[in-house]
């Protein structure tokens, strides 16, 4: 290392400080990272540490194909042997785009190190003729407007100009703002990290300030599994719910919560969401985005108002040494509209619920704050897609027979079948329906959406159709029953001629025979367990018991 120019007393002992930079050009949300870097390592010095900063896999949401998700456990996995394999005494985890966050914090997390997360932050609001516009959200609105014929493509495009203006990730309560509003919530990062727009000062700011204190949790051999407590992960649900966040939390934090043995349920979301409302007023639940967020009070102050209605573990522990509760209990809301009152939530239940019936055995998910109220409770019959390509071929057909209160049911988009489980979930709605101004239906899938997206939309079915769930054998023309009070998700088909179907069933081949996707889809759990890979879970520490020479 001598030949990086540094003196010989760095390698005096001093705690080295790893700084696992997700910096790419194929991840544009992540490109500001070396900078940001930069602002972690002053810290670092400061505080009487050695940084060393060193790249892992970074997960561009919006560019990698099939899905960005089909390699979170293959990044965690370079994450955590890049940990252990180093000299490294602690570790700061420099995330963004959606998968960067929990595919970090899973690896350090098997690790079980002094970790702390500093996220990159929101781009600025999008601005379009005078109004504020979000990513995602308002780019499938537009998206819509232009297969309905009420928008050019020439329009899109400047649009999409107006919308991605500054470095940063997506500025909507997106999965990658969800994620940053977890860790936070969950005692990983510093108060406010969530929302502080990327370009703002103050995000270098505390960036430098993770920087020091990274170097004081290891002397305090503040390890990451004193903060990945189950009081925290229940905090961090709930701290979801009053955000409006992605459904998208719900795997990520059972695949983290699976790393550090910390037993965790999908019913465990449902149950603790619940009585949550949803405060945030932000797209895709609401109007606002990050930015004002940020300027109304950020995590700190939702995390007060739940503090304040006993929605709270107030002794959970934090990075910074303190509780959660010292740290948000004089948090100020500047803005009521942004953040509402507890007597005048966005949502009244918010949170995820989890549904279930012979359709989804093991469980499904829809968020409430994101649908339709006249389609909570719904029955219509099934229109199949057997695969997201027979969706494509099909949807645009002018003799495809739906109707408003058809049910669009696509298979095989779950963790093996896609293979990755992409956002696929909130497929577009048929555009002859689109034109006579419907803009809502019940979907049904096995795959995940964006945490951009709205609409009526059941997701992670599980056990997903590529191994032989009830959703394989979902034929067009059968009648589905949606009931989101009662958690109910039924297909009116009778048992015996289910077994006839299942009969029937072929299952899916492996999509590739060799190479990683064979090791992923040999090796992931289903969505309700978190999606990691079986031979991932738990906390292998960080000790090396060999030399390499
Ligand atoms: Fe990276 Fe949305 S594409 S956060």
Not at 235 to 246: D, E, K, T
Not at 315 to 341: F, H
Not at 510 to 521: A, E, H, N, V, W
Request: hydrophobic share 40%.
């Amino acid at each position: 290392m001598r030949i990086e120019g540094l003196p010989g007393d760095v390698f005096d002992g001093r705690p080295v400080i790893g700084i696992c930079n997700t910096w790419s050009e194929l991840n544009p949300c992540n490109a500001h990272f070396r900078e940001l870097a930069e602002h972690v390592k002053r810290g670092v010095w400061q505080a009487g540490g050695f940084p060393v900063e060193f790249p892992v896999t970074s997960l561009g949401e919006a560019i990698m194909r099939p899905t960005a998700m089909l390699f979170r456990n293959l990044a965690s996995m370079d994450v955590e042997e890049s940990i252990r394999a180093n000299p490294i005494d602690g570790v700061v985890l420099m995330c963004g785009c959606d998968k960067t966050t929990p595919s970090l914090v899973m690896g350090a997390a098997s690790c079980d190190l002094p970790a702390l997360v500093v996220s990159g932050g929101p781009m600025l609001n999008g601005k379009y003729q005078g109004r504020d516009i979000g990513s995602g959200t308002d780019l499938w609105r537009f998206s819509e407007e232009v297969k309905a014929g009420a928008m050019s493509l020439h329009r899109f495009m400047q649009v999409e100009s107006c919308m991605s203006r500054s470095a940063g990730h997506c500025m909507t309560m997106g999965t990658a703002s969800t994620m940053a509003g977890m860790v936070e919530a969950l005692g990983l990062a510093l108060p406010e990290n969530a929302a502080i727009p990327a370009v703002d000062a103050r995000r270098s700011v505390l960036a430098h300030l993770a920087g020091r204190r990274i170097v004081e949790m290891v002397a305090e051999d503040l390890r990451i599994s004193r903060i990945l407590t189950r009081p925290a992960f229940e905090n961090a649900i709930r701290v979801n719910a009053a955000l409006g966040g992605s459904t998208n939390a719900v795997i990520h934090l059972l695949a983290i919560a699976g790393r550090v043995g910390v037993p965790l349920t999908l019913d465990d979301w449902d149950r603790l969401g619940h009585d949550c409302p949803t405060l945030v007023n932000l797209m895709p639940s609401g109007q606002y985005l990050m930015e004002d967020f940020y300027y109304a009070g950020g995590v700190p102050a939702v995390a007060r108002a739940l503090g304040e209605h006993g929605l709270l573990h107030k002794d959970a522990l934090t990075v910074n040494g303190k509780t959660i509760w010292e740290n948000c209990r004089e948090a100020p809301n500047w803005n009521a509209d942004v953040i509402r009152s507890w007597d005048r939530p966005l949502v009244e239940h918010g949170g995820i619920a989890v549904l279930r019936g012979n359709l989804a055995p093991n469980g499904a998910v829809i968020k409430p704050s994101a649908a339709s109220p006249h389609l909570m409770r719904h029955a219509g019959r099934a229109i199949v897609f057997e695969s997201i390509e027979d969706y494509h071929r099909r949807i645009d057909d002018a003799s495809l027979e739906a109707e408003e209160e058809s049910i669009l049911v696509l298979k095989n988009c779950g963790p093996k079948g896609y293979p990755g489980m992409a956002e696929v979930g909130n497929m577009g709605l048929p555009p002859k329906l689109l034109k006579r101004g419907i803009t809502d239906m019940v979907r049904i899938s096995d795959a995940r959406m964006s945490g951009t997206a709205y609409g009526t939309v059941v997701l992670h079915i599980c056990p997903e159709a590529a191994v032989g769930g009830p959703l394989a054998h979902v034929r067009s023309g059968d009648r589905i029953e949606l009931d989101v009070e009662q958690r109910r998700l039924h297909l009116d088909v009778p048992r015996e001629e289910m077994a006839r179907r299942s009969r029937e069933w072929r299952p899916v081949p492996p999509p590739m025979s060799g190479g990683y996707q064979r090791l992923y889809f040999d090796h992931v759990l289903q969505a309700d367990t978190g999606a990691d890979f079986d031979f991932l879970v738990g906390c292998r520490g960080n000790a090396v018991p060999r030399e390499s020479h």
